[in-house]
């Protein structure tokens, strides 16, 4: 009569991307004057598709409507030692504002300082873990011409 294991939980974040920028947004954490630049992105619900979390979690979080939402890739993060124990499956998207001149909202500023554009080639640190050790490996959410 142990209390259960937790489960590990799914995470939907999604690369908004417009032209060589991409959108990120200053994550607090719990520690009040600690943060790191996620994505928005957020728990998957019963019964969703990734697509429909990407394109809802982009929507709550900053107020921009998408559009071409693709599944890129998945991550497992394993945070075992932090002061708060963590596990996310990760499924990263990637899509384009439907306007590319509808300016992002702080929607949920209790979890947010801002969103704000920021070029592939200067992104800005510290960077939320999962998302930076995504982007070590080498990986871009940016499409490849296939036709090159
Ligand atoms: P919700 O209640 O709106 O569903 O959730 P949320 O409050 O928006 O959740 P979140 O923390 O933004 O995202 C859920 C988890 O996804 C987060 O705790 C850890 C994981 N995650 C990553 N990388 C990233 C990232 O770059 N951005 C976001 N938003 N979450 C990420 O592993
Ligand atoms: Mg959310
Ligand atoms: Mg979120």
Known sequence: NRAPMPLPGVGVVT??????????GKRHSTN??????????????????FEECGVREVKEETGLDIENVEFLTVTNNVFLDDPK??????????????????????????????????????????????????????FSPFPTNQML
């Open 15 to 24: 690369f908004v991307l417009k032209d060589k920028s991409l959108l990120l």
């Open 32 to 49: 009040a004057c600690d943060f790191a630049f996620g994505l928005p992105g957020g728990h998957l619900e019963f019964g969703e598709s």
């Open 85 to 138: 124990p963590s596990h996310y499956v990760v499924i990263f998207m990637r899509a384009v504002p439907s306007d590319s001149n509808q300016a992002p909202q702080n929607l949920e500023p209790d979890k947010c300082g801002g969103w704000e554009w920021y070029d592939w080639d200067h992104l800005p640190e510290p960077l939320f873990q999962p998302l930076k050790t995504l982007i070590q490996t080498g």
